[in-house]
Structures are given as C-alpha cells and as structure tokens.
C-alpha cells in the first residue's frame, strides 16, 4: 500500500531499524523492491533521482509506483520519495505529483545558500503535508561506479548540520559521514560523528550510499540512530548482472520479457537482503498491522 514517509520513519525510529530507501531506474526495479517488501513483510521507500525521472517520465513512474504499492504490495507500506532534487522547479513539481517526501540536495552550495534553498522549498512541502529531506556535506562518487578507491571521503561539518537543521525544519537529515556514491574500498561510517549528529539535530537521521559499506559497519551505524538507507549501486550492479548474462545464454530469445523477468527476482533478492540487515524485514504482518 502506498503511504506517507512519515507513518513508517516514525515507527523505524521508535524501533531502532532503518528503512531501505531503494533508487528505482525501471519498471523491473519498482517490481522487485515491491516484491522484497512483500517478501520480508517490510515498509520500503521506493524512490527516484531526477536522472530516473528524466528516463521514465514523472507521470509515469508515479502512476507505476502507485499502482505497484497498491495491486503487488497491498499488505505492507510503501512511500514514495525524490532523491536528489537539484532545485526548487524539480522538487515543486514532485510535491504536486504526490510524493510525500522530496530531498533538496543544495550541499554544494555555501551554507548560507543552502539553508536559503532548502527553507523555500520546507515552506511549501509543509503546506502540503510533505516531508523534506536537507543536505550538509556534499557526497562524492557516482551512482553505478563500482571497486574503486576514493581519495578522500569529506566529511560534513558538525556546527554546520546543527545550524542547518535549526534554520530550516526539515524533516529528515543527511549528511556525510563516510560513505559515498558507488562501491568504494575505503568507504567507511564515521560512527563519532553520526552519534554527534543524532544526539544533537533528533531528526531520523538518511544515510546516503549504502552501497559498499560492510554489514558489520551498518548494523552499528543503524544502533547510531540510522532510519533510512539509501541503495542504488547494489540494485544496478543485480539488473545489470543478470540482464547480461540471461542474453548472453539466449541470443536468440525473441520476447523481451524473457529477458527482463529475471532480473526483477535479482533486484528482489538484493532488496530482501538489505531489509533482513537494516532491521525492517518482519516488521508488517498480513494486513498492514505493525507487529
Ligand atoms: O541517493 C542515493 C544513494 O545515496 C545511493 O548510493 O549507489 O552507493 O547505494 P549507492
Ligand atoms: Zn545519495
């Protein structure tokens, strides 16, 4: 079913579990997060980048998402959300399509600039009863970007994410603390500096590239006060891999949907995976109820 954010990062937050935030690319992919959540009886966030949005058309990766959470996912929640909205037209537009989430990602702007940035866009998806996600420390990497070595990994600065959450009221708050876009070596959580964050903003706190970081890193990050976690790579490396190598056993396969089907049960199998670990797998019974 689809939900606001709200009703589930308020339950993950009292329980001390992370919500899986899962960047969709494609039809296959919404169908596979929805798949896992009936899978794992897990809330999910299903959400998009303006790059997706750019791909699918916002119309229609509305409609699908919706109709997904509703027809396949009747039994368990399912909220939408823009990840990494540039500017204030693109999260506008969200907000009138529905989403009850948008991020506004001015991190690499000068504080200042973001905070102006962020509290015109907190302004209006307040007045709609929407959620906004505000960013501090910009994240480096790239989405689908795989074994590679970063240099170094900036980190947000602590003063600055307490003046920014103060200043602007969002709801949720990312910052970097380690981790990047991508599959990186060296990515790491800087556990000192999310439990400082956490202690002083009290906002659920959104972990972006949670692909690559160990699992052992993860479960201490989610004790920290992690309520959401952001996946892109792990699910595009999983569509990736299968697509090839299904068309590499059947080059002669006629229908397209002989291709795509499998790759809907690989993202499946990365999303419950991911669920099992963030602490949300089993958290919804048949028949919505919260167990
Ligand atoms: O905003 C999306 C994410 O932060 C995804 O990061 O590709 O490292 O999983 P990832
Ligand atoms: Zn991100």
Known sequence: MLVHIKDIVNKAEQGGYAIG?????NLESVLGVAQAAVKANSPAIIQVSESAIRYMGLKPITHIVSTVAKNVAAKVPIALHLDHGSSFDSVFECINSGFTSVHIDASSLPLDENINLTKQVVKVAHAKHVWVQG????????????????KKIPLADLDEVIKFV??????????AVGTAHGVYRNEDIILSLLKAIKKSVNLPFVLHGGSGVLNSQMKKAIREGVNIINIGTDLKVAFCQSLIKVCLENKN?????????????????????????????????????ET
């Open 166 to 175: 103060h200043e602007t009221k969002v709801d949720t708050i990312a910052a």
């Open 253 to 289: 396969e006629t229908d397209p949907r002989n291709l795509l089907k499998p790759t809907i049960k690989a993202i499946e199998k990365v999303a419950v995976e991911k669920m099992k670990l963030f602490g949300s797998a089993g958290r919804y019974i048949v028949g919505g109820v």
């Open 21 to 25: 935030a899962f960047n969709v690319t």
């Open 135 to 150: 960013e501090v420390g910009a994240m480096i990497g790239g989405h689908g970007n795989t074994n590679n070595f970063l």
